[in-house]
């Protein structure tokens, strides 16, 4: 078919903070240099922000670089952290670890609570100012490779498009965006990054990226509860000693407080629902009361990379490269990726204007890997490398005494006495058969301060067209019964937090049958990756669809 194209110096893929970055710093060399150089961000969200989520705590040292001056223009950050507490919860109490016995890096001093959809909202703005095209609601479908098998640009995906196939009477052909250099800024798992990282092998020599799934609810509480500016992270229960995961509660402006839920992806128990937990959760003697008589605002989730400095993949090809959370560069004790996400956007685009303003394209940004290799993000991921894997080798307990200590000596320069990294396992190998698992109880929602998933997913405000093809792809139509439900209990109907997956028995309750109601989904990717045979591929639906997050 032959497709309407545009033509631009560099093309990205995704606005978000890391996308939203590289833009930025292009076009504030392209001006210093007087040149005349083109760029755009694609997003698939219905506005920039419609997607992001995170919990959020940024640590404004990228932001500085980026735009000095993002106080005086407005930028909203605006309740800065006042008071830091770390929490470790049995089920009926909890326990305050003092702050001093905590690593430096855990400090949350001079980071700010934020709505991330907001700050990725305020970029947009300030790229849009200084000449940047930003398309939402188009979604990156294909890559495109030159003859040469360079990246040449991305493919945008067709909307009208029935599930059979057909053209409806809004049919609109994907058009293709060409760029001298392509920048993959999709977030975590992204269908693109997934694709180009298998066929240039850039995980070769590298651990295989493993994850987290965050659930979050924002939620307005009564005033004499709150207290602006208040960060708390837990750990311990509702999750076992064999379960990595944790808690937060981060208290905004307006009465507003952010919850949620973190559950590492390697887990063993195919009965384990990470939403479920959540829910749980809230039900502590310590964080029900803050809740009750508040009113519950957003839900959403997402994937979360957990990997770390080991896990980073090979970030340059032909024709492009991989930033932000598309690579993965998230600090898992400390919580916080944004930041690092930023860094990496604008070292690209440094790279990238150095390359076109050379008459070079389509070849590969050595100069970002180097950058990467000489950078504080490098150095923030390096000392941690070994607190995340620890908690997998050694369970929540001795994991927990290991990571302090290793951070600890990193903190004190005596990391080269500590010089081994530990490596990962992929979170789809680590389930265990339901034979040798133990059954999961959860209490049933209250309605008042823990809900069901469906009543859950409203409050995402998601939405896609239903006729359309599913997004999300079976490689094999038989193995969700054969093997998922026979051997694993259908653990997708509980690794998914919006009810997209499904069980159907018939009148006598046997002959099982998966139904994906893929018009659930809230793009958190678990699926994808959770899946115990990797049966499951999630690719974009039609652009504009998924979650609305206001000011998540």
């Known amino acids: ?35 005349e150089f083109t760029v755009c961000v694609l997003e698939k969200g219905s506005e ?17 670089e980026l735009l000095p001056d993002w106080k005086e223009n407005g930028a909203p950050l605006l309740t800065p952290v006042t008071a830091n507490e770390h929490w470790v919860l049995k089920e009926k109490s909890k326990t305050g670890m003092p702050h001093i016995l905590l690593p430096p890096l855990m400090s949350n001093k001079g980071n700010y609570i934020v709505s991330l959809g907001n700050v990725s909202r305020w970029l947009a703005e300030q790229a849009e100012n200084m000449g940047v095209e930003i398309f939402p609601g188009f979604s990156g479908a294909e890559i495109l490779y030159h003859d040469d098998g360079s990246v040449k640009g991305v493919l945008t995906g067709d909307m009208g498009v029935a599930e059979d196939g057909s053209h409806k009477d809004t049919y609109m052909p994907g058009m293709e965006l060409h760029g001298k250099y392509t920048l993959i ?20 020599g590298k651990e295989p990226q493993t994850y987290g799934i965050g659930i979050k609810e924002l939620w307005e509480v009564e005033p004499e509860k709150h207290k602006q500016g208040t960060v708390v992270h837990t750990q311990g229960w509702p999750l076992d000693a064999a379960t990595v995961g944790g808690g937060f509660i981060y208290h905004l402006e307006d009465n507003q407080v952010a919850i949620g839920f973190i559950v590492g992806l390697d887990y063993a128990n195919p009965y384990l629902s990470p939403f479920d937990e959540m829910q749980r959760y809230k039900n502590h003697p310590a964080i029900r009361p803050l809740l009750e008589g508040g009113r519950r605002i957003s839900y959403g989730a997402r ?13 340059t090809f032909p024709g492009g490269a991989l930033i932000g959370c598309s690579a993965g560069f998230v600090n898992v ?26 008459d070079r394209q389509g070849d590969e940004l ?34 927990t005494i290991y990571a302090g200590f290793d951070m600890w000596m990193n903190n004190l320069g005596l990391g080269f006495l ?69 051997i694993y209990a259908g653990p997708e109907v509980r690794f998914c937090p919006a009810g997209v997956y499904e069980f159907i028995l018939d009148d006598k309750g046997q002959n099982p049958k998966l139904q994906i109601n893929s018009q659930n989904c809230v793009h958190c990717k678990t699926c994808d990756i959770k899946d115990p045979t990797q049966n499951i591929n999630w690719t974009v639906p039609e652009g504009g669809g998924g979650p609305n997050y206001p000011n998540m």
């Open 333 to 358: 004790p400390r919580i916080k990726g944004s930041h690092n996400a930023m860094k990496t956007g604008m070292m690209a685009a440094e790279s990238a204007f150095k390359a076109i303003s050379d």
């Open 418 to 486: 500590l010089p081994w990294t530990f490596g990962h396992d992929a979170d789809h190998t680590c389930l265990k058969p339901a034979s040798e698992s133990s059954v999961i109880e959860y209490p049933k929602p209250d309605g008042v301060v823990t809900f069901d998933k469906l009543s859950s997913v409203f409050l995402s405000n998601t939405n896609h067209e239903e006729n359309q093809p599913c997004h999300l792809k079976l490689k094999n139509e038989d193995t969700p019964v054969e093997v998922n439900y026979n």
């Open 185 to 204: 800024a999709e977030g975590v798992r992204g269908s693109l990054a997934k694709g180009l990282i298998a066929k240039f092998n850039l995980r070769e």
């Open 1 to 35: 078919m032959e497709r309407e194209f545009m033509e631009y110096d560099l093309v990205i893929v995704g606005g978000g903070p890391a996308g939203l970055s590289a833009a930025i710093r292009f076009k504030q060399m392209a001006d210093a240099a007087e040149k």
């Open 303 to 315: 994937a979360i990379n957990e990997g770390g400095f080991q896990s980073i993949p090979k970030l």
């Open 48 to 64: 920039i922000g419609a997607h992001i989520l995170s919990g959020a705590v940024i640590d404004p040292i990228a932001l500085d």
């Open 366 to 399: 050595v100069d970002y890997t180097a950058a990467f290799e000489a950078s504080w993000v490098y150095k923030d991921l390096y000392r941690v490398r070994n607190a995340k894997p620890a908690l997998h080798k050694f369970g929540a307990f001795l994991g």
